[in-house]
């Protein structure tokens, strides 16, 4: 028991210092079209954002190399189908040979996460909002991370941050209407 408590106090305290990392104002290394593509979401109307969604995340699953984005698709694949261990062996093979790709370790993440393995799903997310500190589906994972560990709060701040991001995130809206009332209270 005082083993998971101490565990849950270090994912915690990993993950907060995420939170921090990829405050909005910090400046990455982005593409010029990248740049206007964020801009744009942040202003679209819904329909728009669906396809600058697409168009963002199409570069960002694009590592420059095609060995390395045909082991993305294969973990995405695996993934969809539900076969987590085969997931995990592509994902690894990706962040071992191009440890500079953000979408490698947002997409293991989701595994270790969906494996209930928290403290290796955190890591990553830290290495991938330390990568693209605009990618709001990091900062949803880490949002669901938090609310698995009962801290709506700091689950709040995370899905708050991606929903800056992105305002039609429709798991993102969903997760704030949510835990406003836990938040925020109830107007009596």
Same mark, same amino acid.
């Given at each position: 028991?005082?083993?998971?408590?101490? %565990?849950? $106090?270090?994912?915690?305290?990993?993950?907060?210092?995420?939170?921090?990392?990829?405050?909005?104002?910090?400046?990455? =290394?982005?593409?010029?079209?990248? %740049?206007?593509?964020? &801009?744009?979401?942040?202003?679209?109307?819904?329909?728009? &954002?669906?396809?600058?969604? /697409?168009?963002?995340?199409?570069?960002?699953?694009?590592?420059?190399?095609?060995?390395?984005?045909?082991?993305?698709?294969?973990?995405?694949?695996?993934?969809?189908?539900?076969?987590?261990?085969?997931?995990?062996?592509?994902? %690894?093979?990706?962040?071992?040979?191009?440890?500079?790709?953000?979408?490698?370790?947002?997409?293991?993440?989701?595994?270790?996460? /969906?494996?209930?393995?928290?403290?290796?799903?955190? =890591?990553?997310?830290? /290495?991938?909002?330390?990568?693209?500190?605009?990618?709001?589906?990091?900062?949803?994972?880490?949002?669901?991370?938090?609310?698995?560990?009962?801290?709506? $709060?700091?689950?709040?701040?995370?899905? /708050?941050? &991606?929903?800056?991001?992105?305002?039609?995130?429709?798991?993102?809206?969903? =997760?704030?209407?949510?835990? &406003?009332?836990?938040?925020?209270?109830?107007?009596?």
């Amino acid at each position: 028991m005082l083993e998971k408590l101490l %565990t849950f $106090k270090a994912i915690v305290a990993t993950a907060a210092t995420i939170v921090t990392i990829s405050s909005p104002g910090i400046v990455s =290394a982005q593409s010029q079209g990248e %740049t206007e593509l964020l &801009a744009e979401l942040a202003e679209a109307d819904a329909e728009a &954002a669906t396809r600058l969604e /697409r168009e963002l995340r199409n570069k960002w699953d694009k590592s420059g190399s095609a060995t390395m984005d045909l082991l993305l698709r294969r973990g995405q694949d695996a993934i969809d189908r539900g076969e987590l261990r085969v997931a995990m062996d592509h994902l %690894t093979a990706l962040v071992d040979h191009a440890p500079e790709f953000a979408s490698g370790w947002l997409k293991r993440s989701e595994v270790f996460a /969906r494996m209930d393995q928290f403290g290796p799903a955190v =890591a990553d997310l830290e /290495r991938a909002l330390a990568l693209n500190p605009n990618d709001y589906d990091a900062l949803y994972i880490l949002g669901t991370v938090f609310e698995h560990f009962l801290d709506p $709060k700091k689950a709040y701040e995370a899905y /708050r941050r &991606a929903k800056a991001i992105h305002p039609h995130h429709k798991e993102v809206t969903t =997760a704030l209407e949510r835990l &406003a009332p836990i938040v925020m209270g109830k107007e009596l």
